[in-house]
């Protein structure tokens, strides 16, 4: 690969707080800005060159205008990376494909939502197009940003852990949380992010998506040792990886119907906003 690359960041539906750690990353690692040149990336610049090399895209593929955009990108870039969860996985974006798409647009939306906004069911970019390499998470793990920048840069291919997450809080020699009543995921879900989240307490979510070999009828066992329903259960596996779940089709091992089905039952909230004054 030519010296100084350029690259460029896109996104499409997602919260951007995958983008946000690069830049959070930048301030730290000045030094990545004399490996590369960024030419576009709407986080951090105004300028939008399209001259580039390397595409990292952040977001899921929610739109039928998507994948144009996405095939251009495609065209332009000897390397595509997908950025994070929503990009790798379909992410949490993928949760409205429980739903005909016009019942989720209509409830998002209003009465006329469907024909408001362009929706269509959520997919991962590689659905659309080939994908050169993933950095995975919700958000992505900064360190794993740098690591695989720098084998692109080499001209060699990113390779992501292939265990589970609790390998990670073994050497981090942290309490096992499922052993202590708090539901974890980390034995089926894929390594990498210095298990992060069970180092501070919280349960893994899944956000990097599952482990090979993963063993999800041993991990139901363990959850409803917590008290969980088959329907919690199926809700943990699905929160980040429900479009992967799809397309398993009837050996996904869930026991509730991953859609879309019109007689689901749309979601609730008891939040309330404060009152203005």
Same mark, same amino acid.
């Given at each position: 690969m030519a010296t100084k690359p350029k690259i460029a960041f896109f996104d499409f539906t997602s919260c951007e707080g995958c983008q946000l750690t690069v830049v959070d990353l930048?301030?730290?690692?000045l030094g990545l800005l004399d490996l590369v040149?960024?030419?576009?990336?709407?986080?951090?610049?105004?300028?939008?060159?399209?001259?580039?090399?390397? $595409?990292?895209?952040?977001?899921?593929?929610?739109?039928?205008?998507?994948?144009?955009?996405?095939?251009?990108?495609?065209?332009?870039?000897?390397?595509?990376?997908?950025?994070?969860?929503?990009?790798?996985?379909?992410? =949490?974006?993928?949760?409205?494909?429980?739903?005909?798409?016009?019942?989720?647009?209509?409830y998002v939306y209003g009465e006329h939502g469907q024909d408001a906004y362009e929706s269509y069911p $959520?997919?991962?970019?590689?659905?659309?197009?080939?994908?050169?390499? =993933?950095?995975?998470?919700?958000?992505?793990?900064?360190?794993?940003?740098?690591?695989?920048?720098?084998?692109?840069?080499?001209?060699?291919?990113?390779?992501?852990?292939?265990?589970?997450?609790?390998?990670?809080?073994?050497?981090?020699e942290n309490a096992c949380l499922n052993y202590h009543g708090i539901p974890c995921l980390g034995p089926i879900t894929r390594a990498g992010c210095d298990a992060i989240c069970p180092s501070y307490?919280?349960?893994?979510?899944?956000?990097?998506?599952?482990?090979?070999? $993963?063993?999800?009828?041993?991990?139901?066992?363990?959850?409803?040792?917590?008290?969980?329903?088959?329907?919690?259960?199926?809700?943990?596996?699905t929160m980040f990886n429900h479009y992967q779940f799809q397309q398993m089709g009837e050996p996904a091992p869930v026991t509730t119907p991953l859609g879309p089905d019109r007689t689901a039952p749309l979601p609730t909230s008891t939040f309330a906003a404060p009152k203005e004054d």
């Open positions: 930048l301030q730290t690692h040149e960024i030419v576009q990336f709407r986080e951090a610049m105004s300028e939008k060159g399209e001259d580039y090399q390397i $595409a990292f895209i952040e977001g899921s593929c929610t739109r039928k205008s998507d994948e144009a955009r996405l095939q251009k990108i495609r065209a332009q870039a000897a390397v595509v990376v997908a950025l994070g969860a929503c990009a790798h996985l379909g992410g =949490v974006n993928a949760l409205k494909n429980y739903w005909p798409i016009e019942k989720a647009q209509r $959520a997919r991962p970019i590689s659905a659309v197009i080939p994908v050169d390499a =993933v950095i995975p998470g919700c958000p992505i793990d900064r360190h794993e940003f740098l690591r695989i920048v720098q084998l692109l840069l080499q001209g060699r291919a990113p390779h992501l852990p292939d265990y589970p997450l609790c390998v990670e809080c073994k050497f981090k307490g919280d349960g893994c979510e899944g956000c990097r998506g599952w482990a090979p070999e $993963a063993n999800f009828a041993y991990m139901r066992e363990i959850l409803r040792g917590h008290g969980l329903s088959d329907a919690d259960i199926d809700a943990r596996f």
